[in-house]
């Protein structure tokens, strides 16, 4: 079944969104942005959780039931705010947050083309609000990049021309 292929590849985006997020937490050496990294690792986690659920009862050709996976309202974590990021944050934070926009821009894409091709509404709707999840994750962490790259630029003496 073409969903459950979907959902394979949808759980182990997550698996590798949340294991790169815990490095980065892990190797940041700013509380706060250790802290914002943490929180996504958790996050993704959390989506993971949800694919395997609903990949186990599509499976086992059970009622796919989004309700009792406890999805809530996708609003912004503000955990990407001024106020919650290092002002010595360096090259490796911003390398990281740069890696993550790439990642949370695919992902929002890949489960957009994958509500498309998803047949069962619960799928659908799964994936779609999934999408929107990671849309708003990745408006954070352009966000907070864009910060940083202007503090990296003044740290090093120069400003974009």
């Given amino acids: ?3 459950l292929k979907i959902l394979r ?4 985006n997550e698996v590798e969104g949340w294991q790169f ?9 700013d509380a706060s942005v250790k802290d914002a990294f943490t929180q996504l690792a ?5 989506h993971e959780a949800w694919l395997r659920k609903m990949y186990g009862q599509l499976a086992a050709k059970q009622t796919v039931a989004l309700a009792e996976m406890e999805i809530v309202e996708v609003l912004s974590p503000q955990i990407f ?5 290092g002002a010595e944050s360096g090259s490796l934070e911003i390398s990281v947050y740069k890696i993550g926009i790439l990642m949370e821009m695919a992902s929002g894409i890949f489960y957009k083309n ?7 509404p619960a799928v659908k709707k799964l994936l779609l609000q999934l999408a929107e999840w990671e849309d708003v994750h990745l408006e954070s962490l352009q966000k907070t990049y864009d910060l940083l790259r202007e503090e990296w630029w003044d740290k090093q003496g120069f400003s974009p021309a």
Avoid: S, V
């Fill in 42 to 46: 958790r996050e993704e986690r959390q």
């Fill in 114 to 120: 994958a509500a498309e091709a998803a047949t069962t």
């Fill in 9 to 12: 590849q949808a759980i182990l």
């Fill in 21 to 29: 997020y815990d490095l980065a937490a892990q190797r940041a050496e």
């Fill in 81 to 85: 705010r001024r106020a919650t990021i």
């Fill in 1 to 3: 079944m073409e969903e």
